[in-house]
């Protein structure tokens, strides 16, 4: 999991996410996307705010899908991202410049891996200096404990 800024996209995607990022209604008009006052002021907030995540939101949309490892990988760490920036979940503030919304989101947690998924979490969870992940799982109703570890847990308990 690299730990750079900005992912690996052309400086013409770059240029186009910050020109849309600057113009959310334009590019929402040129995207034939409903955009109302409330998702304006929630999506430039994130525009503003978590330009560089928003990039990595779009990096991660078109990866997020692949199966095996390395789809894995990228859910894991686009969850992160987004857990880091201090989003449980980020809803629609990423939706008309970088193509990041709720689908997208519960994509990471739906391709048949989601304990593989929440199990790199929790790794990354128990590593990180920030609470960021420990309150995104709690927030979600997630443990931090590995099923297995609450389960041998469980059974020590009723022994």
């Known amino acids: ?17 910050r020109a849309d990022a600057r113009e959310i209604p334009a590019t929402a008009r040129r995207r034939n996307t409903t955009l109302d006052a409330w ?18 939101l779009f990096y991660y949309s078109r990866r997020i899908f692949l199966t095996g490892p390395e789809g894995l990988k990228h859910r894991i760490d686009c969850a992160r991202r987004i857990f880091e920036a201090g989003f449980s979940n980020p809803g629609y503030a990423f939706f008309t410049v970088f193509e990041f919304g709720e689908r997208e989101f519960d994509t990471i947690f739906e391709m048949g891996d989601s304990a593989m ?18 309150e995104a799982f709690a927030e979600m109703g997630w443990s931090l404990q590995s099923p297995s570890a609450a389960n041998s847990e469980q059974m020590q308990l009723a022994v």
């Open 39 to 56: 998702d304006l002021r929630s999506e430039r907030a994130a525009a503003e705010k978590h330009f560089a995540l928003g990039c990595w």
């Open 1 to 17: 999991m690299t730990k750079a800024k900005y992912p690996p996209i052309s400086e013409a995607e770059l240029a186009r996410l």
């Open 117 to 134: 998924v929440l199990e790199g979490l929790r790794k990354l969870a128990h590593r990180s200096r920030s609470q960021h992940i420990r």
